[in-house]
């Protein structure tokens, strides 16, 4: 009888499944789909847009700091005026800097990996039909979507975008008359900013709410995949977080617009005398790095969850101090936010507070070895299967160990002193942040592609990206270390006519060239994604990679409601890989009486 009853169910809602696909447009499948599986596309190919523009802005301005004085006719054709006779004009070279950090840091790296990640993957890990809400999704994707639009569009109006740096510093970016970049660009700016916050405080609560809530029968928290915990950790950062940045930019858009005195006083331009009094600059600091150092683990977070589950899946054997590696998530996730004010060492921060500031920053390097370990102990001895996601994950690990150490150089105060605006802080944070969160969200697209789309990226291409990507990236951003020792500050034009620095040219046409080269393979990567949607070796099996988590569990290309019957019971960890001489053991499966503890 229970048999039969099993049947029914599982054909009635299959029967459902394919009933409710007939009559879905095209636009309810793959527009304002509730789907969390598009949604995680609709997030990703967001993504990619962006960080195309986003990267190509940095390879212009990056012509313009290996070649100072060279005209490129190119410059002129992409950016018109702003480039006359085919050099980049200098404040325009702000605005270029600007939308390059918005757009990767926020966009892509926040957005694009979080969106696309914890859409996919959590109903899939703990065995839920859809997240918590699936409407709130929805509209999660569509203020990004919006927010997008509203930071496009500032690209294409006659004064720019925003030119006040990506941390958006008043006074600069509080008055109009400062530059040309803060005048519509950077209400636009803040606008898009405000959009983009509701999307990660709609998408963070609908993750935590899943998380807590949704788990199917015997996936108990401890028994979650690593990736799932560090979603759930991300999204707690991210409802804490954004909302000051939220204030913060409410704040600015006021003392630009209505009159106030939130960041501005004392302040004297072309001569005249401003009537703002009692604002403090320093406060808007305060109030962006209390999200902007949460952030940066946002954006690391799901990148060593997902680096986690590959580097255990494809070395096979099992993770290595799983509750350790939950406890530094854990330890990260509260030390982000007693941290922020490293940024501020040299705002006239008290030194006795910046000591205390210094002691949380280095113990941030506590839990993050931690972690290093443990990834360097599961790949130990390990039977490695070096999948182009592999060498992906194996590349964060290299790029968050010698990107980590060069923070800690930085969070002490003393030497902060002199490091602080020089290109060290662009190679430190590039390499741990930037680089390496792109290495664990490239490993994360590798791996689960074939559940994405039902079809497998190629390969060959797969391991060009990889080396030539990770090349040039120590090749980009390792030298920077040694101009930013010797004073070489960031965000300028020029820096032919200073004597001290001629001595980096030859360095610096260097990194352009490689900054092209590596470019060049992003694209090659986005013709490989675009390419093998239609196109890729089909995907035979429900489990490719032998993994032992739910999401291999459901049909090839799973329709909305993932599983065609009953959602799996889970029995144990996800991580039973090379156990009682069996290569590996799904959770679905029931822990046997003969089988050795773990």
């Not at 018109?80 to 757009?103: D, Q, R, S």
Request: with cysteine; proline share 5%.
């Amino acid at each position: 009888m229970h048999v039969h009853s099993g049947v029914e169910v599982g054909h009635d809602v299959h029967h459902d499944d394919h009933h409710g696909h007939h009559h879905q447009s095209f636009i309810s499948k793959y527009v304002f789909s509730m789907d969390h599986k598009t949604i995680g596309k609709q997030f990703l190919i967001t993504g990619i847009v962006w960080a195309i523009i986003g990267g190509l802005f940095s390879v212009l301005f990056r012509l313009q700091l290996g070649f100072p004085g060279q005209s490129f006719p190119i410059l002129e054709t992409f950016f018109g005026h702003w480039a006359k006779g085919g050099t980049i004009h200098p404040e325009f070279y702000y605005a270029l800097v600007t939308m390059h950090g918005t757009v990767l840091v926020f966009f892509v790296l926040t957005a694009g990996l979080s969106g696309t990640f914890a859409n996919i993957l959590i109903p899939l890990q703990i065995g839920a039909r859809d997240m918590a809400s699936p409407f709130l999704n929805m509209l999660s994707y569509w203020f990004f979507f919006m927010a997008s639009i509203v930071m496009l569009s500032s690209l294409f109006i006659q004064t720019g975008p925003a030119s006040g740096g990506w941390t958006m510093y008043p006074p600069l970016s509080a008055l109009h008359d400062a530059s040309l970049g803060s005048k519509a660009g950077a209400d636009m700016w803040l606008i898009s900013m405000a959009l983009f916050i509701v999307s990660s405080l709609l998408g963070g609560l609908n993750y935590i709410s899943t998380i807590l809530n949704m788990r199917t029968k015997g996936m108990s928290m401890t028994r979650l995949p690593l990736p799932i915990w560090a979603m759930f950790f991300t999204a707690v950062l991210g409802v804490l977080s954004f909302p000051v940045l939220l204030s913060g930019a409410i704040l600015l858009l006021f003392d630009r617009n209505l009159g106030t005195s939130f960041y501005l006083s004392d302040i004297v331009v072309a001569g005249n005398i401003l009537p703002n009094e009692g604002g403090s600059a320093i406060l808007f600091q305060h109030l962006f790095w209390f999200l902007g150092h949460p952030e940066v683990y946002i954006i690391l977070l799901p990148a060593m969850g997902m680096v986690s589950e590959i580097l255990s899946v494809n070395s096979r054997k099992p993770i290595f101090g799983y509750m350790a590696m939950l406890g530094s998530l854990f330890a990260i996730a509260i030390l982000a936010f007693l941290v922020w004010a490293h940024h501020m060492f040299v705002t006239g921060l008290n030194p006795f507070l910046g000591s205390v500031f210094v002691l949380l920053t280095l113990l941030i390097a506590v839990p993050s070895a931690i972690k290093v370990f443990n990834w360097l102990t599961t790949l130990w001895r390990g039977n490695i299967r070096f999948t182009p996601a592999t060498l992906f994950a194996i590349g964060f690990v290299s790029l968050f160990i010698s990107g980590g150490l060069t923070g800690i150089f930085l969070g002490n105060s003393t030497i902060d002193i002199h490091l602080h605006d020089t290109m060290f802080v662009v190679a430190h944070f590039h390499i741990v942040m930037g680089v390496a969160s792109f290495f664990g969200m490239f490993a994360g697209v590798y791996h689960w592609y074939p559940k994405m789309f039902g079809r497998y990226l190629n390969s060959t291409l797969g391991y060009i990206h990889f080396w030539v990507t990770i090349c040039g990236a120590y090749l980009i951003f390792w030298p920077m270390h040694y101009e930013g020792l010797a004073g070489m500050p960031r965000r300028y034009l020029d820096k032919s006519i200073w004597q001290a620095f001629n001595q980096f040219a030859d360095l610096d046409k260097m990194i352009t060239i490689v900054s092209i080269v590596v470019f060049a393979v992003q694209l090659m990567f986005v013709f490989n994604f675009f390419y093998s949607i239609f196109k890729g070796r089909k995907v035979t099996s429900t489990n490719p990679w032998g993994a032992n988590t739910l999401e291999w569990t459901t049909p090839i290309n799973p329709g909305h409601g993932n599983w065609t019957g009953e959602i799996p019971e889970v029995h144990r960890w996800p991580y039973d890989y090379g156990k009682d001489g069996r290569e590996f053991i799904p959770q679905t499966e029931p822990i046997s009486a003969s089988e050795s503890k773990h």
